[in-house]
């Protein structure tokens, strides 16, 4: 490929896993309205944002709700979900991640986030990893949800580089096509199964090289 002036990386899923954070507040709101919520649930929430996630909860439990309790519960559950952050260490960054930021530092390429979540920067302060980016794209920036390209477009233009020079890492596959969609290459974080538009699939950063970008 040509030129690489940047990386922009989701969040959750790529740099650390606060999957499990979140199902364990969406657990704890859906018991106590009286159902139960699967790990399998979960999964529907994946790269979903915070109000569609309560909505398909509350489908899940058979439950219909006016709009304030919706906002109620929907603030709860991030209440929840923020104390369990805010315990979060730096051994909790995925392996092989930092080694990979270092990598990308040593060649002078640009780092940024984009991430749906509006928690991002609270994340990465507890991770100690702000210092690695050059720009944060989080949902407290953009307006519309991935697959639309806005939080991968946003920060390459914070970055000042054209989208055609920057490679997505997702874990998700309305991320995959958000980079498609904003002209970008993409490196999937996963499973091919679910993540076969991008262009190379990867488990992860272990072992993974800087020659690996070159597709």
């Known amino acids: 490929m040509g030129k690489i002036s940047a ?3 989701d969040l959750d899923g790529v740099v ?3 999957a499990k954070y979140h199902y364990i507040a969406w657990k704890s709101l859906a018991n ?3 159902f139960d919520f699967t790990e399998e649930d979960n999964e529907r929430l994946k790269g979903v944002s915070r109000m569609r996630s309560l909505d398909i ?4 439990g058979g439950v219909e709700l006016d709009e304030k309790t919706k906002l109620e519960l929907a603030d709860k559950k991030n209440k929840n979900y923020v104390e ?3 315990k979060m260490t730096p051994d909790e960054i995925l392996p092989g991640v930092k080694d990979f930021f270092n990598k990308l530092k040593a060649k002078g390429i640009k780092i940024a986030l984009g991430s749906a979540s509006k928690n991002a920067m609270t994340i990465l302060n507890q991770l100690e990893l702000t210092d690695y980016f050059d720009a944060v794209v989080d ?3 953009v307006s519309n949800a991935k697959p639309d390209p806005e939080v991968f477009l946003k920060g390459a233009e914070l970055l000042g580089v054209s989208p055609s020079e920057c490679i997505v890492f997702e874990d998700a596959e309305a991320g995959v096509e958000a980079a498609i969609n904003g002209n970008m290459k993409c490196v999937g974080i996963g499973s091919p199964d679910v993540l076969g538009k991008a262009n190379i699939v990867v488990p992860g950063f272990v072992g993974f090289s800087m020659t690996q970008l070159n597709f």
């Open 7 to 9: 990386c922009i990386f």
């Open 16 to 18: 650390v896993d606060t």
């Open 32 to 34: 106590e309205l009286g």
């Open 57 to 60: 909860l509350l489908e899940i």
């Open 84 to 86: 369990y952050i805010l």
């Open 139 to 141: 949902g407290t920036h």
